[in-house]
């Protein structure tokens, strides 16, 4: 397949363009991919199409639901509330959320509860997608739950319930929805155009999350020169994690029921250009200080496997993934947050570097991350 690509490239990013075009001849339906460096806006580019029918050309203003890259601007809103000296994230999250104390929980810290250590990361109940929006329920449930292992001790990817614990956090100390409080404190000041919970006038916007099992033949050449090896045994936790409740692409992801809620681990609908503004944000300031992003990268969770993905990943105190091995470039200081399928974004301090991309092809297995990839090739020319 071919697609027009659209959009502006500095011609020391040429390569970043071209390896972007050849996505095309891989599983690509409609993409977009934004980076700033030193505040000036290097790539912009988009190609493709919203649907799978491919009748609706893919524009710079297509919204796209992000999944867990998500997580990253939940992480940016909660640093911009600690620096603004609501918390400490050495703070007992009961301090601020007293009904969190039950079943023993009254020690852990906000650190360790968006460092994914709370182990809170199952929901107890059997859920369904519709019961996602039931914020109340959720809320109080996670507020009674039983830790799956001693808080601290060990991590444990928390894939839709992280989500819920922030956002609680975030009501208890502001009064306001994380929804309300990123629109305020970062897109409002950054002109992003991210939304958690998306007014229904703009799901018009919104392109079609395609999965994928529905993705096109690929190419021998774009699949791993090895076979993986074969993956460990998934455990009954890491089970009731990632599949309860099962959450469908197009019939659930899609919904206008989903795109109006708040789910703030896995729901924001965001444009690439509006993610890489509010990681430049990030990092020239207009967002927070910088002390408060030192803070908010603290790493917390280092050199362990993860009892739910089986994948060493390097976490901060604040809920940002952190390099090495996130695909965030060459510098180990970058810190951000990817989404199943391949959305991902990150900041690079070092390089001062935003990087935004977002598709609508969620990755087909034993084919080379797109995201990545891409940073690589801008990194090589940078």
Not at 29 to 35: D, E, P, Q, T
Not at 166 to 189: D, E, F, N, S, W
Not at 352 to 357: G, K, L, N, P
Request: net charge neutral; aromatic share 10%.
């Amino acid at each position: 397949m071919t697609a027009p690509i659209t959009g502006y490239t500095d011609s020391q990013f040429t390569p970043v363009r071209d390896a972007f075009a050849e996505l095309w001849h891989g599983p690509e339906v409609g993409a977009s991919l934004c980076i700033y460096v030193q505040d000036q806006k290097v790539v912009h580019l988009w190609g493709g199409f919203t649907d799978l029918a491919q009748t609706r050309p893919w524009t710079p203003d297509t919204l796209v639901n992000i999944y867990s890259t998500t997580k990253g601007i939940t992480a940016l809103a909660l640093a911009h509330l600690a620096g603004t000296g609501a918390f400490n994230y050495q703070d007992p999250v009961s301090k601020y959320w007293p009904e969190f104390a039950a079943d023993d929980k009254g020690a852990i810290t906000i650190s360790e509860l968006l460092s994914h250590q709370a182990g809170l990361c199952a929901f107890e109940q059997n859920l369904v997608v519709a019961d996602l929006y039931d914020w109340n329920a959720i809320v109080a449930s996670l507020a009674r739950a039983k830790p799956a292992w001693e808080p601290g001790s060990r991590a444990g990817y928390h894939s839709i319930s992280w989500g819920f614990l922030a956002g609680a956090l975030c009501r208890k100390i502001t009064g306001k929805t994380l929804g309300q409080y990123i629109q305020t404190h970062l897109c409002t000041p950054t002109g992003a155009d991210f939304y958690l919970g998306l007014d229904p006038k703009a799901h018009g916007r919104c392109a079609d999350l395609i999965g994928p099992n529905h993705a096109r033949n690929q190419r021998a050449d774009l699949t791993p020169a090895k076979e993986p090896a074969s993956a460990a045994a998934r455990s009954d936790l890491a089970i009731r994690t990632q599949e309860n409740p099962i959450i469908r692409p197009y019939q659930d992801a899609c919904s206008s029921a989903w795109r109006q809620a708040e789910i703030p681990a896995s729901n924001g609908h965001a444009t690439a250009e509006g993610l890489a503004k509010l990681y430049q944000g990030a990092l020239n300031k207009k967002l927070i200080t910088e002390a408060a992003r030192h803070q908010a990268c603290t790493r917390t969770v280092s050199k362990q496997q993860d009892l739910i993905l089986n994948q060493f990943i390097e976490r901060s105190q604040g809920g940002f993934i952190l390099n090495p091995g996130a695909g965030f470039g060459p510098n180990q200081l970058a810190f951000g947050h990817n989404g199943a399928g391949g959305s991902t974004a990150f900041a690079d301090p070092e390089s001062q570097v935003a990087f935004a991309y977002v598709m609508n092809q969620m990755q087909p297995e034993q084919t080379k991350p797109r995201g990545p990839n891409l940073a690589e090739v801008f990194f090589n020319c940078l």
